[in-house]
Nanobody, 125 residues
Framework: QVQLVESGGGAVQTGGSLRLSCAAS????????MGWFRQAPGKEREFVAT????????LYADSVKGRFTISKDNAKNTVYLQMNSLKSDDTAVYYC??????????????????WGQGTQVTVSS
């Protein structure tokens, strides 16, 4: 069992930066691939980024590539999402998720076993 708690969301102006954190409980955290997803009002949950269990590999959605960076600190049981050059289209609730098949880079929400409660990111001009 893995419990996930996101933090770091908030309101920021266009072009600004935020760093989201996702703290995980459980001794098996290091064996999980981790992902970030987001959901805007009236839209489906969409993939943002994922990182493999040893943090050797990452995958990003085209919409965030070059602006967002996912990282994983197994010693701290935490995964991060550094978000730079934020746009209004980035406004959403951001969720972290854990994938027990941690060697794969999964972009489909159904591949993930555990989810956090989400943290709101609002980008305004």
């Amino acid at each position: 069992q893995v419990q996930l708690v996101e933090s770091g969301g908030g309101a920021v102006q266009t072009g600004g930066s935020l760093r989201l954190s996702c703290a995980a409980s459980g001794r098996t955290f290091r064996s999980y691939g981790m992902g970030w997803f987001r959901q805007a009002p009236g839209k489906e949950r969409e993939f943002v980024a994922t990182i493999s269990w040893r943090a050797y590999s990452t995958l990003y959605a085209d919409s965030v590539k070059g602006r967002f960076t996912i990282s994983k600190d197994n010693a701290k049981n935490t995964v991060y999402l550094q978000m730079n050059s934020l746009k209004s289209d980035d406004t959403a609730v951001y969720y972290c998720a854990a994938d027990g098949a941690g060697w794969n880079l999964q972009s489909a929400p159904r591949a993930y076993d555990y989810w956090g409660q989400g943290t709101q990111v609002t980008v305004s001009s």
